[in-house]
């Protein structure tokens, strides 16, 4: 009993002294899987489009390419050389899907995904680990996770550094935003619909990943049933006569001050149906990602212009300069904002 005292105070001494051994190699992602911390990380092939945006923001030089190509007008607020990376397809998600032999000659040091946390999700990305060998790492894509996300990041990338501002900012921008709101009475916030679709009849449904910004804001969200992406009719819409609309869609916006169809609804009435802004990537929805956490702030200008009067060209700025490596001006910042 003796000896085996003294060795574990020897153990104990050993990793006081030397903290870097006491550092465990492995991180427990969004599923709960103990994912190995590689040894050295310089390439990282994003899963799906949250994903690549997510480690944009954290290493842009790590990620490998994109899922998709950016447009010309996203590259003007991303960096050069990053933005023109190669288009090599995605694991999550439809179309565009690379095959386990492309993965491997690229040669990826480890596999980021970011968004949903479903069984469908988590089977894949140990699916994918098994077949290629590969450490696949699935993260929580919900906003209020981002803080811990980012910090996961950072182990798992050995940039802990990098990936605090980027953490700091989240919790920071999400409490602030959280505490002004809870001052307004639930009663006095406005419903909102989300629309999607160049005719508006789609929306996400409630809980969806996709509606994070609006439960950051506490609005109600008119459409309360369905298990996921729904369409409804002009009928239902009439129905729930929402105080404000929200889309990412131009052709809808239009849509909704030209067609007599949508007059009757008090958010068109009201002049209160608002387009995101979506360059370098959607502020509210596309894709579900870190690039909404700009949107949050234009969501709560846009819902609440009482309880956040500030000019929003210098948090853009600011978010931009941090998140995706590039400085703007204000007048950049204003063709953003639409102003």
Known sequence: MIIDRRAALAQFAALVACPALARADTVTDGVGRS??????????????????????????????????ANTAAACEFLLPDICKRPQIGRITGSGNTI???????????????????????????????????????????????????????????????????????????????????????????????????????????PGSINLDPFDVVGVTNVAREGRSGFTVSMEQVLLWDPDVIITIEKEFFDLAHSDPNWKPIKAVRAGRVYLAPELPFGWIDFPPSVNRLIGLWWLAKMLYPGEFPEDLKPIVREFYALFYHVSIDDAQAARLLRE
Not at 38 to 66: C, N, S
Not at 154 to 165: C, D, F, Q, S
């Open 35 to 68: 994912i190995m911390i590689p040894e050295r990380v310089t390439k990282v092939f994003a899963a799906g489009p949250p994903a690549a945006v997510l480690l944009y923001t954290h290493a842009p030089d790590l990620l490998v390419g994109w899922p998709r």
């Open 99 to 205: 095959n386990t032999e492309a993965l491997l000659n690229l040669a990826p040091d480890l596999i980021l995904d970011f968004g949903s946390l479903g069984n469908t999700f988590a089977s894949l990305a140990e699916r994918v680990k098994q077949q290629s060998g590969i450490p696949y790492a699935l993260l929580d894509g919900r906003l209020g996770a981002t803080e811990a996300v980012y910090r996961t990041l950072g182990r798992l990338t050995h940039r802990e550094r990098e990936a605090e501002p980027l953490a700091a900012y989240a919790a920071r921008t999400i409490t602030a935003i959280r505490e002004r709101v809870a001052r307004i009475p639930v009663e006095q916030r406005p419903r909102v619909y989300h629309a999607r679709g160049p005719n508006g009849l789609n929306t996400p449904a």
